[in-house]
Protein backbone atom coordinates (compact mmCIF):
# COMPACT_ATOMS: atom_id res chain seq x y z
CA UNK A 1 0.00 0.00 0.00
CA UNK A 2 2.54 2.66 0.90
CA UNK A 3 4.93 1.71 -2.46
CA UNK A 4 1.37 2.06 -4.23
CA UNK A 5 0.81 5.52 -2.58
CA UNK A 6 4.28 6.49 -3.39
CA UNK A 7 4.06 5.38 -6.85
CA UNK A 8 1.28 7.35 -7.64
CA UNK A 9 2.60 10.44 -5.86
CA UNK A 10 6.40 10.41 -8.50
CA UNK A 11 3.37 9.76 -10.94
CA UNK A 12 1.66 12.77 -10.24
CA UNK A 13 4.70 14.92 -9.83
CA UNK A 14 5.72 13.85 -13.34
CA UNK A 15 2.58 14.55 -14.66
CA UNK A 16 2.51 17.79 -13.27
CA UNK A 17 5.68 18.57 -14.87
CA UNK A 18 4.52 17.35 -18.13
CA UNK A 19 1.27 19.51 -17.68
CA UNK A 20 2.84 22.79 -17.42
CA UNK A 21 5.80 22.26 -19.69
CA UNK A 22 2.98 21.52 -22.24
CA UNK A 23 0.49 24.19 -21.64
CA UNK A 24 3.40 26.72 -22.07
CA UNK A 25 4.98 25.48 -25.16
CA UNK A 26 1.27 25.07 -26.92
CA UNK A 27 0.34 28.68 -25.70
CA UNK A 28 3.83 30.18 -26.52
CA UNK A 29 3.13 28.65 -30.42
CA UNK A 30 -0.02 30.04 -30.37
CA UNK A 31 0.33 33.16 -29.33
CA UNK A 32 3.19 32.84 -32.30
CA UNK A 33 0.46 32.21 -34.69
CA UNK A 34 -1.72 34.51 -33.81
CA UNK A 35 1.06 37.14 -34.16
CA UNK A 36 1.60 36.37 -37.93
CA UNK A 37 -2.07 35.51 -38.51
CA UNK A 38 -3.53 37.89 -36.81
CA UNK A 39 -6.55 35.32 -36.24
CA UNK A 40 -8.19 33.65 -33.69
CA UNK A 41 -9.59 30.76 -35.24
CA UNK A 42 -6.65 28.24 -35.58
CA UNK A 43 -4.88 29.35 -32.20
CA UNK A 44 -8.30 28.19 -30.95
CA UNK A 45 -8.07 25.17 -33.01
CA UNK A 46 -4.89 24.18 -31.61
CA UNK A 47 -6.21 24.15 -28.28
CA UNK A 48 -8.58 21.83 -29.42
CA UNK A 49 -6.56 19.45 -31.62
CA UNK A 50 -3.46 19.86 -29.60
CA UNK A 51 -3.42 20.78 -26.29
CA UNK A 52 -6.35 19.53 -24.81
CA UNK A 53 -6.13 16.14 -26.41
CA UNK A 54 -2.52 15.87 -25.24
CA UNK A 55 -3.32 16.47 -21.69
CA UNK A 56 -6.25 14.53 -21.76
CA UNK A 57 -3.87 11.18 -23.14
CA UNK A 58 -1.32 12.24 -20.56
CA UNK A 59 -3.91 11.99 -17.26
CA UNK A 60 -5.15 8.54 -18.91
CA UNK A 61 -8.44 9.44 -19.38
CA UNK A 62 -10.47 8.65 -22.03
CA UNK A 63 -13.41 11.11 -24.01
CA UNK A 64 -16.66 10.20 -24.59
CA UNK A 65 -18.80 12.72 -26.49
CA UNK A 66 -22.65 12.01 -26.84
CA UNK A 67 -25.27 14.68 -28.55
CA UNK A 68 -23.13 16.69 -30.81
CA UNK A 69 -25.90 16.20 -33.53
CA UNK A 70 -28.09 17.99 -31.36
CA UNK A 71 -26.43 21.52 -31.70
CA UNK A 72 -25.58 23.23 -35.04
CA UNK A 73 -22.48 24.58 -34.56
CA UNK A 74 -22.69 26.88 -37.34
CA UNK A 75 -24.63 29.09 -35.38
CA UNK A 76 -22.82 30.80 -31.89
CA UNK A 77 -24.70 29.35 -29.02
CA UNK A 78 -23.96 30.01 -25.18
CA UNK A 79 -22.94 26.63 -23.70
CA UNK A 80 -23.42 26.29 -19.87
CA UNK A 81 -21.56 23.41 -17.93
CA UNK A 82 -21.46 22.04 -14.84
CA UNK A 83 -17.74 22.01 -12.97
CA UNK A 84 -16.11 19.54 -11.46
CA UNK A 85 -12.37 19.90 -12.10
CA UNK A 86 -9.76 21.95 -14.24
CA UNK A 87 -9.70 19.49 -16.85
CA UNK A 88 -13.09 20.55 -17.58
CA UNK A 89 -11.77 22.96 -19.87
CA UNK A 90 -9.39 20.35 -21.68
CA UNK A 91 -12.74 17.96 -22.00
CA UNK A 92 -14.72 20.95 -23.38
CA UNK A 93 -12.14 22.23 -25.87
CA UNK A 94 -11.47 18.68 -27.52
CA UNK A 95 -15.21 18.26 -27.88
CA UNK A 96 -16.39 21.40 -29.45
CA UNK A 97 -16.38 20.76 -33.04
CA UNK A 98 -15.80 24.82 -33.36
CA UNK A 99 -13.86 27.48 -31.97
CA UNK A 100 -14.33 27.60 -28.53
CA UNK A 101 -14.11 30.70 -25.57
CA UNK A 102 -15.22 30.47 -22.27
CA UNK A 103 -16.34 33.37 -19.46
CA UNK A 104 -13.43 32.76 -17.06
CA UNK A 105 -12.92 34.33 -13.17
CA UNK A 106 -10.50 36.71 -12.84
CA UNK A 107 -8.05 34.84 -10.86
CA UNK A 108 -7.10 33.18 -13.87
CA UNK A 109 -5.69 36.21 -15.71
CA UNK A 110 -3.11 36.20 -13.17
CA UNK A 111 -1.93 32.89 -13.96
CA UNK A 112 1.30 32.46 -16.23
CA UNK A 113 0.87 32.10 -20.04
CA UNK A 114 -2.78 30.85 -19.45
CA UNK A 115 -3.86 34.28 -18.90
CA UNK A 116 -1.78 35.97 -21.57
CA UNK A 117 -3.48 33.16 -23.82
CA UNK A 118 -6.53 33.60 -22.82
CA UNK A 119 -7.10 37.29 -23.54
CA UNK A 120 -5.08 37.46 -26.75
CA UNK A 121 -7.89 34.53 -27.61
CA UNK A 122 -11.19 37.55 -26.42
CA UNK A 123 -12.25 35.52 -23.37
CA UNK A 124 -13.53 37.24 -20.65
CA UNK A 125 -12.86 37.30 -17.17
CA UNK A 126 -15.63 38.27 -14.38
CA UNK A 127 -14.62 40.17 -11.21
CA UNK A 128 -17.10 38.43 -9.08
CA UNK A 129 -16.47 41.25 -6.68
CA UNK A 130 -17.92 44.04 -8.22
CA UNK A 131 -21.06 44.01 -9.08
CA UNK A 132 -20.93 47.20 -11.70
CA UNK A 133 -18.12 45.49 -13.14
CA UNK A 134 -19.41 42.19 -13.30
CA UNK A 135 -21.85 43.94 -15.18
CA UNK A 136 -19.88 45.36 -17.65
CA UNK A 137 -17.62 41.98 -18.29
CA UNK A 138 -21.17 40.57 -19.22
CA UNK A 139 -22.24 43.18 -21.90
CA UNK A 140 -18.93 41.96 -23.51
CA UNK A 141 -19.63 38.62 -23.30
CA UNK A 142 -22.94 39.25 -25.13
CA UNK A 143 -21.40 41.22 -27.59
CA UNK A 144 -18.66 38.63 -28.45
CA UNK A 145 -21.58 35.88 -28.80
CA UNK A 146 -23.38 38.72 -31.23
CA UNK A 147 -20.70 38.70 -33.14
CA UNK A 148 -20.69 34.80 -33.68
CA UNK A 149 -18.50 33.13 -31.08
CA UNK A 150 -19.64 30.21 -29.14
CA UNK A 151 -19.45 30.73 -25.33
CA UNK A 152 -18.65 28.49 -22.91
CA UNK A 153 -19.63 29.41 -19.02
CA UNK A 154 -19.53 27.29 -15.49
CA UNK A 155 -22.98 28.97 -13.84
CA UNK A 156 -22.69 27.00 -10.89
CA UNK A 157 -19.66 29.69 -10.21
CA UNK A 158 -16.96 27.46 -8.52
CA UNK A 159 -16.30 23.66 -8.79
CA UNK A 160 -18.36 21.11 -7.32
CA UNK A 161 -16.55 18.99 -4.79
CA UNK A 162 -19.09 15.66 -4.26
CA UNK A 163 -20.09 16.04 -8.16
CA UNK A 164 -23.64 17.15 -7.45
CA UNK A 165 -24.80 19.93 -9.60
CA UNK A 166 -25.05 23.10 -7.44
CA UNK A 167 -27.53 25.85 -8.31
CA UNK A 168 -26.96 28.05 -11.49
CA UNK A 169 -26.49 31.33 -11.04
CA UNK A 170 -28.87 33.37 -13.63
CA UNK A 171 -26.09 36.23 -14.79
CA UNK A 172 -24.94 34.05 -17.07
CA UNK A 173 -27.83 33.21 -18.61
CA UNK A 174 -28.71 37.03 -19.75
CA UNK A 175 -25.49 37.48 -21.76
CA UNK A 176 -27.49 34.61 -24.09
CA UNK A 177 -30.79 36.61 -23.92
CA UNK A 178 -28.95 39.98 -24.44
CA UNK A 179 -27.07 38.13 -27.69
CA UNK A 180 -30.65 36.39 -28.91
CA UNK A 181 -28.28 32.82 -28.73
CA UNK A 182 -29.55 29.63 -27.66
CA UNK A 183 -28.55 27.92 -24.56
CA UNK A 184 -26.84 24.53 -24.64
CA UNK A 185 -26.71 22.55 -21.08
CA UNK A 186 -23.63 20.62 -20.63
CA UNK A 187 -23.34 17.79 -18.66
CA UNK A 188 -19.58 16.61 -18.00
CA UNK A 189 -19.39 13.44 -16.18
CA UNK A 190 -16.50 11.62 -14.44
CA UNK A 191 -13.84 14.60 -14.16
CA UNK A 192 -13.94 15.17 -11.00
CA UNK A 193 -12.61 11.51 -10.48
CA UNK A 194 -9.78 11.90 -13.20
CA UNK A 195 -8.50 15.17 -11.54
CA UNK A 196 -9.33 15.41 -7.99
CA UNK A 197 -9.53 18.86 -6.01
CA UNK A 198 -8.27 16.44 -2.83
CA UNK A 199 -4.30 17.24 -3.23
CA UNK A 200 -1.97 19.27 -4.90
CA UNK A 201 -2.36 17.39 -8.46
CA UNK A 202 -4.25 13.93 -7.88
CA UNK A 203 -4.38 12.57 -11.30
CA UNK A 204 -6.31 8.71 -11.53
CA UNK A 205 -7.14 7.34 -15.16
CA UNK A 206 -10.90 7.34 -16.02
CA UNK A 207 -13.41 7.76 -18.21
CA UNK A 208 -14.83 11.67 -18.81
CA UNK A 209 -18.27 11.93 -20.65
CA UNK A 210 -19.45 15.14 -22.31
CA UNK A 211 -23.13 15.61 -23.04
CA UNK A 212 -24.62 18.03 -25.45
CA UNK A 213 -28.48 18.68 -24.36
CA UNK A 214 -30.91 19.67 -26.39
CA UNK A 215 -30.34 24.02 -27.10
CA UNK A 216 -33.25 25.72 -25.31
CA UNK A 217 -34.45 29.07 -26.57
CA UNK A 218 -34.48 32.50 -24.83
CA UNK A 219 -38.43 33.25 -25.83
CA UNK A 220 -41.06 34.98 -23.99
CA UNK A 221 -38.64 33.35 -20.84
CA UNK A 222 -36.86 34.86 -17.97
CA UNK A 223 -32.93 34.20 -17.15
CA UNK A 224 -34.07 32.41 -13.56
CA UNK A 225 -36.54 30.26 -15.87
CA UNK A 226 -33.82 29.49 -18.27
CA UNK A 227 -31.18 28.66 -15.59
CA UNK A 228 -33.67 25.94 -13.88
CA UNK A 229 -34.33 24.51 -17.15
CA UNK A 230 -30.79 24.29 -18.17
CA UNK A 231 -29.56 22.46 -14.58
CA UNK A 232 -32.63 20.07 -15.02
CA UNK A 233 -31.48 19.40 -18.32
CA UNK A 234 -27.51 19.02 -17.30
CA UNK A 235 -28.63 16.83 -14.12
CA UNK A 236 -30.86 14.55 -16.19
CA UNK A 237 -28.07 13.62 -18.82
CA UNK A 238 -25.54 13.60 -15.84
CA UNK A 239 -27.48 11.02 -14.56
CA UNK A 240 -27.11 8.61 -17.90
CA UNK A 241 -23.80 8.83 -18.42
CA UNK A 242 -23.17 8.07 -14.32
Not at 167 to 173: L, M, T
Not at 187 to 195: C, H, T, W
Request: glycine residues 8%; proline residues 5%.
Amino acid sequence: MAFSRWGWAAFNALQLVFTLLWTAGWITLALLVLLVTRRRRLPLRMAARCWAPGLLRGSGARLVVRGLERVDWSRPHVLVANHQSMIDICALFHAVPVPLQFLLKQELSKVPFVGAYARAMGMIFVERGSAREATRRMQEAAALVKAGATLCVFPEGTRSRDGEVLPFKSGAFQVALDAGADVVPVAIEGSGKVLSLSGLFRVRPGTITVSFGTPLRGVDIDRQTLAQQARDSVIAMKREAA
